[in-house]
C-alpha cells in the first residue's frame, strides 16, 4: 500500500474543502523533519482525519521517534481511538520498540559509566569506564539493607539538626534565628518540622497538630 500517496490526497482533499465545526491544525511537513508554523505548511483538518495523517506519517516514516510519540500522544484521553483502531495497539507496540532502539548501545544515557558503592560512607555514585576505582569503592548499587541504615542515619542527622535549632528558637525567637543560621523557610515550617521530628517540641498553645510527613 502506498502510504505516501493516501497522505497526499488526505491533504489535497483538505486543502480543496472549507470545514464547518471542530478542525484540528495539522503541519503538512512535521516540525520534527523541519516544517515549520507558516500558512503553506499548515492545513486544517478534522480529529479523526488528524489522528490518520499522524498514522500515515508513522506508516511513511517508520524509523522516526518524534513521529511515533506524536501520534501516540495523540490517543491519550481518547479511549475511542483505543478501542476502534487497531493500529492504536500496533502504534504503541512501534513505540516501544523505538524507545528500545533510542537507549542502545552509544545513545543510552547511561552508555560508558556504572554504578559503585561505598559501604563505609554508605554512598551511591556513578563512574565512567574509563576512570579508575578508588580504594574503598566497589562495583554495583548500594545493598538494600545498607540503604535502609543510610535512610535511618540521615533521619538521625536530620533529628540532632532540628535539635539545635530548637534551641536557638527557643532563646532568641524566629527573628533572630533567621539571623544565625540563615533559615530559608517560614515560621510555619520551621514549626511543623520541630513537631514532626522532636519529642521534646511544645508548641504554644501546647497542641501538636497533625502534619505532612517530612
Request: charged fraction near 25%.
Amino acid at each position: 500500500m502506498n502510504y505516501s500517496n493516501i497522505y497526499s490526497s488526505l491533504i489535497s482533499r483538505a486543502k480543496d474543502i472549507s470545514l464547518i465545526g471542530y478542525v484540528e491544525n495539522h503541519h503538512i511537513i512535521p516540525r520534527c523533519m523541519g516544517g515549520d508554523d507558516s500558512s503553506v505548511n499548515l492545513v486544517k483538518l478534522t480529529a479523526r482525519e488528524h489522528f490518520i495523517a499522524h498514522l500515515l506519517l508513522v506508516k511513511i516514516y517508520p524509523n522516526n521517534l518524534k513521529l511515533v510519540k506524536a501520534a501516540a500522544m495523540m490517543c491519550i484521553g481518547q479511549p475511542e481511538r483505543k478501542k476502534s483502531n487497531r493500529l492504536y495497539g500496533i502504534l504503541r507496540i512501534k513505540f516501544s520498540e523505538s524507545m528500545s532502539e533510542s537507549q542502545q548501545g552509544e545513545k543510552n544515557s547511561q552508555y560508558g559509566s556504572r554504578w559503585i558503592h561505598n559501604s563505609a560512607t554508605l554512598e551511591s555514585a556513578k563512574l565512567r569506564t574509563s576512570d579508575i576505582l578508588k580504594e574503598g569503592w566497589v562495583l554495583g548499587r548500594l545493598p538494600k539493607r545498607q540503604k535502609e541504615l543510610t535512610s535511618i542515619i540521615n533521619r538521625e542527622a536530620l533529628i540532632t539538626l532540628h535539635r539545635q535549632y530548637y534551641e536557638i528558637y527557643n532563646t532568641v525567637g524566629f527573628t533572630e534565628f533567621v539571623k544565625i543560621t540563615r533559615y530559608k523557610h517560614s515560621k510555619q515550617n520551621l514549626v511543623q518540622r520541630f513537631a514532626k521530628l522532636l519529642n521534646e517540641f511544645q508548641p504554644q498553645n501546647r497542641k501538636r497538630r497533625g502534619i505532612h510527613q517530612i
